[in-house]
Every structure is written in C-alpha cells, then in structure tokens.
C-alpha cells in the first residue's frame, strides 16, 4: 500500500477524496490536513461551521475511518513520510505548499497554481498520458525528489474528454463552449450565498473562461523539445455559474477539420469512451469514458452526474451546426468534484503508479 496525505481535507474537494481513497486497493490515507484553523482538531469537529453545524457536501456518509482522526496544519507535515500528497486548497496556499512538499514526495494537485508552468503537465487520464513524459524534466530541472502533477479545472475536464476523439478522428478548427456550473465548483469557504443564487444564473466566473481556454490546448497539445506546444485550433468560452448542487452541463460547438456525419462523430464518442480504459487495471477508472444519448432530454445533472460513479462524461443532443464550417454541435454533463477533482486526481495518481513513475 502506498502511503498518502490530503492536505485541504475539510473542504469540498478534501471531503470528496476521503470518499474516493476510503477502502482504496492501493492508497492508505494516514493524513489528513488543513489550515492552522482545523489543526489538532478531530475531523469531525473542524468540519464544523460557526454555529456548530457539521459541514459534509458528499452524498455518501463520512466515511467512518476518518471521523475521529486528528487533522494536521498543513505547514507543519514531512512529506517524506508519504508516498504520495493529495492537495486540495486554493492556488494561493498551494503555491507556498506544494513546491515544499515536491522537494520530497510526488504531489498530485487540484489547485491551479502550477498548471501553467512549462515544465508541469496537466494530466486526465486517457486523454494525454503521455505528457507524464514531463515529470522527469521537471524533477531535474528543480531538482526535486518528487513532483506536482495538477488536474485540470473541472470545466476543462469534461471538454477535452469530448473533444480528444473529434481532434483525433477528423481533425479540430475552432471550439465554441457555454457552462452552466454547479455550486459546489465555488467551493466551501466563501462558496456561493443562497440569497446570490436563488432563482438566479451568475454570468461570471472570474479566472474561469482563461483556465479553459489555456489548459484545453496545452492538454490536447503535443510534446515537442521537451515542451507541449499547445493543440491548434480557437477556443472561445463563457462560463456561468447556476442552481446546480453538482455537475457542470456545457453546450459545445465545433467546427472540424473534416466534414463528419452526426453517426460518425457518436461513434467517434462511443468507441474513445468504450476502448480508452479498457484493460487499464486503473481501479477508478470508468468502464465507460463518454456515455451518448439520444434522448434530447438528457444528460441532466441530477439523473446523469453519477454515472460510472461520477467518472463517464454523459454527451447528448449531437447535431450538425449549420453556422461553422464541418460543424457540430452537443451538451456534455460531467461531475465536478469527481471527474473533475477527487476522484480523477485519484486517477491520475494511479496512472502514475502504473507508470512506474510513484
Ligand atoms: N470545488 C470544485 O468543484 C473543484 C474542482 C476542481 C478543482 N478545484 C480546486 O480544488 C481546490 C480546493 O477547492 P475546494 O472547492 O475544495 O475549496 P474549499 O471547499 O474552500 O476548501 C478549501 C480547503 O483548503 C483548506 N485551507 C485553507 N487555508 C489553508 C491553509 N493556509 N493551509 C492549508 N489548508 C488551507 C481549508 O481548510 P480549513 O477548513 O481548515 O479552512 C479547506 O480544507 C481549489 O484550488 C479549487 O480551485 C475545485
């Protein structure tokens, strides 16, 4: 078993990996930390708002194995004691924690401090395992022990799952991309106020459009003197927040290099989402990587964000768009704290224990 920390344990995303690494065939979490705020507490307690209410946003129990283990400060931890940290808190705390941590121990990061850096490969499974081919340029060049691997934004993670086999298979020109984003993507502390989003859509996310915009191209770029050269094609995105609990839907538009019919592209979907882990031995990887609809009522967030336990971007209403040139267009749904946070960088770590690279 490999040992392993989730530093940011009480938040939103923290929460979510307890449940992820909880009974894990290869990850044993023997840390749990947070900020000097949580620290010395049992987890339980720091969980706990201002008047005393536990705050637990998972739809599974808290797993009972964690319930009373004391959370650390995050400052205070030897990484070395760990095989592997999980982080999960904001860029700015992350970008004093993390390169500390990967002077001794691999870090696999859902913050996006490091996620623009040239040395550091954002990694989805499935999608660009080969830029893992990084990690040891980056290791040399900063000389460290380990490393930090960082996830995606959740927004950008359903994208390039979708968008990977149309580049492959016919080629792409320009992308088009709306979100219509759960409330959990805010996170715990501040988060969203009820009153803000009542009866409400926020139009802005600030950072957001940039982060999918950038990290799309360099995930579905190539690797070419041991830097990725971004993918080609235009990418324009608004992003909006909405009276979702969790799973950001995006309505995506794309004009492809070649012309492609609307059964070519869903088998394009079917095929990628049904080969891309098969065999892998990944033990969170979704059997099914994109699930397609046909019923032009589907994906929605509340039937559909939990498929292969909230790992499978559900696509449904693919049709051809007469206003780009070989264009299509579809609505993807994927799960934000899972897909697009604990649970893949679950995944991503276990890519890289295949690798050999942990
Ligand atoms: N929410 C999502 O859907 C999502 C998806 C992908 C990526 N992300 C990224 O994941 C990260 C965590 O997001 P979140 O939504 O889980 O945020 P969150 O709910 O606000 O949780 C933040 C966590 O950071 C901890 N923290 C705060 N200050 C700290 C410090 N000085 N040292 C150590 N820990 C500290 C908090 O601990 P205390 O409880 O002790 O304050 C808490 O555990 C962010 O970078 C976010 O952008 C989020």
Redo the contacts with the bound molecule.
Sequence with gaps: MYSVAV?????????QFLVALDNHPWFKVECL???????GKPYIE?LKGSEGEVRWFCDEPIPEGFIDME?E???DIDPSDFDLIFT????D??SK?EPRYAEETPVVS???AFRYEEDIPILVPGVNDGHTRLIEIQRKRRGWRGFITP?P??TTTGLVVTLKPLMDEFGLERVIMTSMQ?L??????P?VLALDIIDNIIPYIKGEEWKVEIESKKILGSIANDRIEPADFKISCTCTRVFVKDGHTEVVYASLKRRASIEEIKEAFISFGESVFKDSGLPSAPRRFIVCFDDPFRPQPRLDRDLYGGMAVAVGRIREDPALENGVKYILLSH??RL??AKGAVLVAELLVKEGIV
């Design positions: 530093v940011g344990a009480t938040g939103v995303v923290g929460q930390a947070a900020s000097p705020r949580s620290a720091a959370v400060d995050s400052s999960a808190v904001e860029s705390v992350a924690i859902t913050a996006s996830i934004n959740c759960a959990s993507g805010a996170g715990r502390s988060g934000n704290t697009g946070a």
